[in-house]
């Protein structure tokens, strides 16, 4: 059937969420359409903040308000360890821990060749130039998915900051092989860090 056009589009909308096919997005909208007035004004707000007052920190490319983000504002953490992940959620995963208080740097993705993934498309030049400029970081904690593009990104990064007098090292496998780290429990999490060997 023709739904009126602002149905349509935002049936169309739901669409593009991931898992979401056409019979769901229908059966959101039309409980959006449900929806009293000021929970639908707060949610299209809530999306629309995303993208006007979230940016990527300049300095580890983890999403913020503010630039730099608050964790690479601490001069409390530990400036000898970057605990390097693939994207943004990881952050927040190993932040739940509470137990690492080093740095962060988010790749924004891993090597792909199977998808024409090299290093420059994602965020490796920028963590280069981090350890370039800053002399106290002694160790790069590779914390990508144990996927094959994840293990590969990991000694990809081995290679190339070893020479330079970095340690790199690698989540223990507590974590099972394939499996995302925003599946681990923080304990799993824990002992994946506490574990991590020299790569
Ligand atoms: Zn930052």
Known sequence: MQYP???????????????????????????????????????????????????????????T?????DICADPNRDQSKIL????????ATMEKMKDYKGLYHVLHGV???????GPDDINIS???QRLQKNEAIQEVIVATNATPEGDATAMY???????AGIKVTRL????????????????TLFKAVEGRTEM
């Open 5 to 63: 056009e602002p149905v349509a589009k935002l049936i169309d909308s739901y669409m593009h969420l991931p898992g979401i096919g056409k019979k769901t997005a229908t059966r959101l909208a039309f409980y959006t359409i449900d929806m009293n007035k000021d929970d639908v004004l707060n949610f299209a707000e809530a999306l629309t903040d995303t993208k006007e007052k979230l940016k990527f920190c300049s300095i580890c490319g983890n999403i």
């Open 65 to 69: 308000e503010n630039d730099p983000c």
């Open 84 to 91: 390097v992940v693939e994207q943004p959620k990881d952050v």
């Open 111 to 117: 090597l792909s060749p199977m998808e024409g993934k």
């Open 126 to 128: 920028s963590l280069i």
């Open 157 to 163: 990064l081995a290679r190339l900051l070893k020479p």
């Open 172 to 187: 223990a496998r507590g974590l099972s092989v394939g499996s995302d780290i925003e599946y681990a429990d923080e304990m």
